[in-house]
């Protein structure tokens, strides 16, 4: 037994440095920090779109680890309380912020939640870690000045901090009730691979960028 540990260890030194190092480091983590659409409300867990990016990442090879941050009915204020602990306790290479519709939906002014999105990207946006925000946009019946000005925030911050936008997440489903579940605000098991679509363009580039 001893004779089959030497030559064991001994090939383990043969290895090249970089697969050694390969081996010890843990995944990077992608953390998905949202509300209710990413926390897969009203559905089982596995049929989400954060699982199934989880599962499109291991079947295309990417050494990511997937972390759901999301919380359901989360606004912006408890997102960017939150957020520290989180970034602390994952040490996340990308980070996917995913909030503001609560805060819509409630009517809160559009000062605050840009505020408390631009102190989150803020907060997540360091070297080594990528960040991607994911817009969404208010019902039509919340006002043309409002909506538009909903809206507007996600450009707004994503231009200001040179990070990557998806302008609204819920793109080709919103508006269709075979995608949405019986609140017309979530959307169902059909909805999610769609959800999973808008996300994807924008953040495989993401995927290839090394830290430094």
Known sequence: MSRVIGVLSFLWLLLPLETVRAA????PVILVFGD???????????????????????QEGYGFQVVNASVSGETTTGGLARLPRALAAHAPRIVIIELGG???????????TRANLDAMIGLAARPGRSVLLLGLHMPPNYGE??????AGNYTVLAQA????LV?????????????MQGDGLHPNERGQPILL?????VLKPLLRVQPH
């Not at 609560?102 to 605050?112: A, M, Q, T, V």
């Not at 000045?145 to 909903?150: K, L, N």
């Open 102 to 112: 609560n805060d819509g939906l409630r009517g809160l002014p559009l000062g605050s």
């Open 36 to 58: 209710s659409i990413s926390a897969g409300y009203g559905m089982a867990p596995e049929s989400g779109w954060v699982n199934l990016l989880s599962n499109r990442l291991r």
């Open 145 to 150: 000045r409002y909506t538009t000005g909903f």
């Open 161 to 164: 901090h040179r990070v990557p």
């Open 24 to 27: 010890a480091l843990p995944a």
């Open 197 to 201: 679509d808008n996300v994807w363009p």
């Open 167 to 179: 302008p609204f997440l819920l793109e080709g489903i919103a508006g269709r009730p075979a995608l």
